[in-house]
């Protein structure tokens, strides 16, 4: 027992067991994380800890036809960060590439925001540029 009197164990040589998954009260995505089959496991805990996972399975089968995907469902990228659809920026854990940690998540958001900044000014930039031909143009 832990110090709080918690009934806590965290096994190491753990797999998603996807059958108990759909069998259990928390859905598909939010699997429990179980002992791996091929290894015993010394302890358990019983109506103590419950470790969750939320899996490594990105959740883009919506964007199926619309993103490219790679062939595991993650979000393919250049490395500006955008996507197959021009001016679609991604990050995060359902970008291809990615290290699937929150702070790099974070990182990753940053960065496209700058991305999109950088998007945005050459943008306006060409705008301009066109502004001035036409007025060139006219005169």
Do not use: W
């Not at 419950?50 to 964007?63: D, E, M, V």
């Not at 955008?82 to 290290?99: D, L, P, Q, W, Y």
């Amino acid at each position: 027992m832990g110090e709080s009197g918690v009934n806590s164990s965290v096994d190491l040589n753990a797999s998603v067991d996807a059958d108990r998954v759909s069998r259990s009260h928390l859905g598909p995505t939010e699997p429990q994380l179980g002992p791996d089959p091929g290894i015993r496991s010394p302890s358990s805990a019983k109506d103590g800890l419950r470790i969750l996972c939320i899996g490594l399975q990105p959740n883009t089968h919506f964007l199926r036809g619309t993103l490219e995907l790679n062939d595991a469902g993650f979000i393919v990228t250049g490395p500006t960060l955008e996507t197959s659809i021009r001016s679609v920026f991604t990050a995060g854990g359902a970008r291809a590439g990615s290290t699937k940690q929150v702070v790099s998540a974070a990182g990753e958001g940053a960065t496209a925001a700058l991305m999109i900044r950088e998007y945005l000014r050459t943008i306006r930039e060409a705008r301009s540029v066109n502004q001035q031909l036409e007025r060139e143009m006219v005169s």
